[in-house]
């Protein structure tokens, strides 16, 4: 395969990938919806959904992983190179694209992060709530849970419902 055609392939797995990441920061985005509109039947629904996007997205990685160690390999280069350091060894035309492309699913990357850390706290925060709702209106309903040392404890700390949920 000419070098040409594996530029190409290497970028059409990039734009795969931006993608999938682009349709995983979507299903965030509603699934933070689904827990601020205390919609939990929608929220496991998407919860599916983010399942089979992220598979879909490590099928990406794997595909461009693989071009990536096919192209370093005839050019000569380490199989286990980056694509960010294979980079400097395509053509000097075609490396902002490469570098551009690198660059976007990597701010996809922390942006999907951070959101997956904020519907986390939204849904600690819910379950809290939720608990301290229930206590109030039904002191007895909320059972107890051993502690490290054998007590029952019976309150939960936001930090622990987070651990939980998380």
Do not use: W
């Not at 951070?114 to 939204?122: E, F, P, S, V, Y």
């Not at 709702?133 to 007590?151: D, K, R, V």
């Amino acid at each position: 395969m000419k070098l040409q055609d594996q530029f190409q392939d290497i970028v059409a797995a990039l734009q795969n990938e931006l993608q999938e990441y682009g349709g995983l920061l979507h299903l965030f985005d509603r699934q933070q919806k689904c827990i601020v509109h205390q919609d939990p039947t929608g929220f496991l629904d998407i919860n599916v959904d983010v399942d089979e996007q992220i598979a879909k997205l490590s099928g990406c990685r794997l595909e461009r992983e693989a071009l990536v160690r096919s192209t370093a390999m005839a050019m000569g280069q380490s199989s286990d190179i980056t694509l960010a350091a294979l980079t400097v060894h395509f053509p000097l035309q075609q490396q902002p694209l490469l570098r551009a492309l690198i660059e976007e699913i990597n701010d996809l990357i922390s942006r999907t992060q951070r959101r997956t850390r904020q519907n986390r706290m939204l849904l600690a925060q819910c379950v809290e709530s939720a608990r301290q709702l229930l206590a109030i209106s039904n002191p007895g309903a909320i059972p107890g849970t051993y502690g490290s040392h054998g007590q029952v404890r019976s309150t939960y700390t936001a930090e622990r419902l987070a651990t939980a949920v998380a």
